[in-house]
């Protein structure tokens, strides 16, 4: 089992930066891929960004891509998502998650933190 604990949610005008942390604990953080995804109201959820076990390769959704950054340090067991030049459609729950390999769809991954919100404001 792997446990996941996001941080770092909040309030933010148009324009402006947040940093989303997810904390692992459990298995060996390092065996896993990590990835970031994010649920706005009456919508599916959705891959942002995802990154492989050792950070040497990232993916990002076409929406975020330019904006937003993931990494890893696996020394602290934690996954990152730096949000820049945030949109009020980046509204939304982000989830980090973890599993095997970088997939786009939810469905695949197999551990999931509980969430952290994130409103932008216009």
């Known amino acids: 089992q792997v446990q996941l604990v996001e941080s770092g949610g909040g309030l933010v005008q148009a324009g402006g930066s947040l940093r989303l942390s997810c904390a692992a604990s459990g298995r060996t953080f390092s065996n896993y891929a990590m990835g970031w995804f994010r649920q706005a109201p009456g919508k599916e959820r959705e891959f942002v960004a995802g990154?492989?076990?050792?950070?040497?390769?990232?993916y990002y959704a076409d929406s975020v891509s330019g904006r937003f950054t993931i990494s890893r340090d696996n020394a602290k067991n934690t996954v990152y998502l730096q949000m820049n030049r945030l949109k009020p459609e980046d509204t939304a729950v982000y989830y980090c998650?973890?599993?095997?390999?970088?997939?786009?769809?939810?469905?695949?991954?197999?551990?999931w933190g509980q969430g952290t919100q994130v409103t932008v404001s216009s």
């Open positions: 990154i492989n076990w050792s950070g040497g390769s990232t």
């Open positions: 998650a973890a599993d095997n390999v970088v997939l786009v769809s939810p469905q695949t991954w197999d551990y």
